[in-house]
């Protein structure tokens, strides 16, 4: 009798070893003071109007709050998230956001983009107000989270592929409530 008693509780221990979440493995292959340094390709797509952007540049990503997009056309152009702005620089022109209210859209863009690139996906969910589903495909998990509720302008739905082994975000499909998207590959540099 004892034995079977030892054999049912490692067989339950085991089993909960093996059924932790696709979220849970994604924050813990990601360290808290993480940096990434990588090219990526950026496609913005507008389907209304019919304009499809495609851009690539280097992508740095310093964990908590640190990500910058440098895009090699034209030279100059990038794209900042730091812990207080959001700043974009195209075509030499200037924009830069001031994040106080925690709420608005650009910090929520903002957080995230960050919450992705950290493997935070339950935290990408909560910040949109929306659900997620994970699963693994081969070597790859894919999570998609799609918001109850968008505005047009807001994030409805985030699809994240990363690799299963390393967690390296592989593409972000991030599309907002009127139906543009903006995907972002990585690749090495």
Not at 119 to 140: F, H, M, P, S, V
Request: hydrophobic share 30%; charged share 25%; net charge positive.
């Amino acid at each position: 009798m004892k034995k079977l008693f030892v054999v049912a509780l490692c067989s339950l221990f085991c089993m909960g070893m093996q059924a932790q979440s696709i979220p849970a493995k994604l924050m813990d292959l990601h360290p808290a003071d993480e940096h990434i340094e990588c090219g990526f390709t950026e496609v913005s797509v507008m389907p209304k109007i019919h304009k499809t952007e495609t851009r690539e540049g280097t992508l740095n990503y310093q964990a908590p709050d640190y990500l910058r997009l440098d895009f090699n056309e034209p030279k100059g152009d990038y794209m900042l998230f730091d812990a207080e702005k959001v700043e974009q620089c195209k075509n030499g022109k200037t924009q830069s956001v001031k994040i106080k209210n925690r709420d608005n859209r650009y910090s929520r863009y903002r957080a995230t983009l960050l919450s992705c690139l950290a493997g935070d996906i339950e935290n990408a969910a909560l910040l949109n107000g929306a659900k997620y589903t994970c699963k693994q495909e081969g070597k790859k998990y894919i999570c998609t989270i799609t918001a109850e509720h968008a505005s047009s302008k807001d994030v409805k739905q985030i699809e994240l592929e990363c690799d299963a082994t390393t967690g390296k975000v592989l593409k972000i499909v991030l599309t907002e409530g009127n139906g543009n998207y903006a995907t972002y590959t990585t690749h090495t540099k």
